[in-house]
């Protein structure tokens, strides 16, 4: 069934006992129904107990113990939340995901099972990496021109699978910087009870177990502790001899500069802001100190060179916490995700200090690419050059660097880009000299393709691996189809669904064989489901997107009781209404005896 709530009225009649509920959501259709999306064998949903009794317990679904959700990743599976990428397997309600269309959607509920079979692993042109899964799990393809979710056991070399972005702009003019410093809730504490009136200090000193001292320089300003920032004038303040920094900045294409130069080749530790640059970027070095004079009034304190680079240190505390905020190393570093939505004009002073800093152009070979250790940060930089309208794709490869006399080595995510668009990124850098090598010119463009806010991107191959270990999946908040999605391995992939009209024949022919097996004689097998072509009807004239995990057009009333007879089983139809709450049908069935099935996939045995 789905949608269970909405059939409540006509339906609820016919579930009586114990039965289980398997539509999207956990709204069961009366409260001893189990639901789809429980996680627990036992468990509740409000003050409804969700029991497995009888033969339930043997469901397929519930061989494990657990509902068993078939599309699942492997525990290290990347995926993109709002606070970064982070392994399926660390991810929890808390988080919110990357979705289809470029929305942040909150995660429902985190599914895990054991899994010892292979998992299918498909090569993709201009990806970076491969997207690993179990061979049900779906993945949005584009074939012969048209998007579907399809299970990796179906994706086809030459398919193209799909990376969404955002095309979303919320312009912002001016940033408060106070807004990034950390915060001292004790600090706060005390000065908020102080200003009242209501303690003395040695009342505060012994509430709070603070000696007297500390108490009397934080109230009088002569001291505050390492994090506490104040503001007059609008000017953030600082103990020591660090110079006040304005409090409102604006968000220029500058300032949007610097923030790259930062991410690239700056660095933050204690009360200190530094940037590296090769000792033949004098004009971006130049720039950086042209850059913090106008918006911070500041001047480096150490400024020399060291080998074949040339190093700029400022000694600022709350600076150096503010721009902490963008990551202190190379594998921490990010772009805040209010600046992925400024206008695209303005994203052109972010992507300038980036490729300025970590980029190379080669006018030449008319490519262009970004260099870096994080993977977040990698999936960002693609975004903003999709959101240019640029085809760009990611390369990974492993690379040595000398670090303090030590060969480190390191994963390097190359973000790149070919054609008339390395041009923009020459003038706008003054790049364009040297070559940045074959690797990063290994994809062409006709393997990948922009089309409403979606990259496509070419299937190479795909491969089988061996797995043993926890597989996840995610349940997700959201009411269509195309909400249901997250991004893994940097492609839109889809969440478990196991309604009816999201498979095709032969697996609703095997799905309706493992429901009659454990069904009752007497018992109901009830059907709520979409009238496939008055529902694409509908999303046609209203504009409701339409849901791509929907298989088959001619799936309707008479379709699935075609099918059923066809499978011969003993039962009696006791309702059914073609066509109601706009787009769906109603069936029930009675059970009037079993049929012989020996396996799951096995065809059926009169008995």
Known sequence: MSETSVA?????????????????????????????????????????????????????????GVMDFCYCLPADSPILTREGVKNISSLTEFDEIYSHGGEWRKIKK??????????????????????????????????EGKDIFLPLSDIKKGDYAVVPFSSVTEDIDTLDLLSFLPSNPLYDEVMSLYKKRIFTIDHLAKKLNISRTTIHQWVTKSRTPYNVFRTENNFIISDGNTKPIPRYIKLDSDFLRLIGYYISDGCSSGNSISFYFSKHENKYYNDVIELMNKFFNSSPIKDKEKKNMSFIRYVSKPTAQIFRVLGGNPKQKHILSLLMTLPIEKQLGLLTGLISGDGTVSKKSKSASYSTASLYLAWQVRELFLRQGWLVGISKVKQEVVFDNRKVSSEIYNVYINGKEVEIVSDLTGKGTKSIGKKHNVRKIKFRFIKENKLYLKIKNKNYVTYNGNVHDITIDGNTDNEHTYTAYGILSHNSSHLLEDFYEDEIKQILKEWWRVLKIGGYLILYCPVERVFREHCRKTGQEYNLAHKLEQFDLEYIKKILNELGFPMLVVHEVPLVNTYSFELVIKKLGNIKLDEWFCEKIEV
């Open 8 to 64: 409540r009225a006509s339906l609820s009649k016919y579930c009586m006992g114990n039965g289980i509920d398997i539509g999207y959501g956990g709204d069961p259709i009366i409260p001893s129904a189990i639901t789809l999306d429980q996680l627990k064998p036992y468990n509740w949903v409000g003050k409804a107990p969700q029991n497995l009794v009888g033969d339930c317990k043997d469901l397929y679904w519930f061989k494990d």
């Open 110 to 143: 985190v599914h895990k099972k054991q899994y010892d079979e292979k998992l299918i692993e498909i090569q993709i042109f201009g990806n970076g990496l491969p997207f690993r899964g179990t061979p049900e799990h779906k993945i949005l393809i584009n074939r």
